[in-house]
């Protein structure tokens, strides 16, 4: 992950353990992903087989994983850092370079 944004130089990391609530967030979206596991597998067959349906939703968070692990990230920095809109024209000089 960078360090900041190569747009408008926004740190990605706040402070020293930021992404530990991404935790939570990630751990709300896996309960989601696999309510809709579960849902897909009850109505995709006609027989409940436990143990196909704990593969079928492991096999999805397994792959969905990497996605999830931005996902959340991205959510808890949107939660503490606005997006400004305007960034533009409010910094014409900002931005495009160091
Ligand atoms: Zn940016």
């Avoid at 979206?29 to 409940?48: E, H, K």
């Avoid at 996605?67 to 910094?91: C, P």
Wanted: some cysteine.
């Amino acid at each position: 992950m960078p360090e900041q944004c190569p747009t408008c130089y926004q740190k990605y990391e706040l402070e020293p353990g930021f992404y530990l609530g991404a935790m939570f967030v990630s751990y709300l979206l896996n309960i989601i992903v696999v309510a809709l596991g579960v849902l897909l597998y009850i109505l995709a067959t006609d027989d409940f087989n436990e143990i196909h349906c704990i593969l079928l939703v492991a096999v999805i968070i397994l792959g969905l994983g990497p996605y999830m692990l931005h996902l959340s990230r991205s959510a808890w920095l949107s939660v503490f850092v606005k997006y400004n809109e305007a960034w533009y024209t409010e910094n014409p000089n900002e931005g495009k370079g160091r």
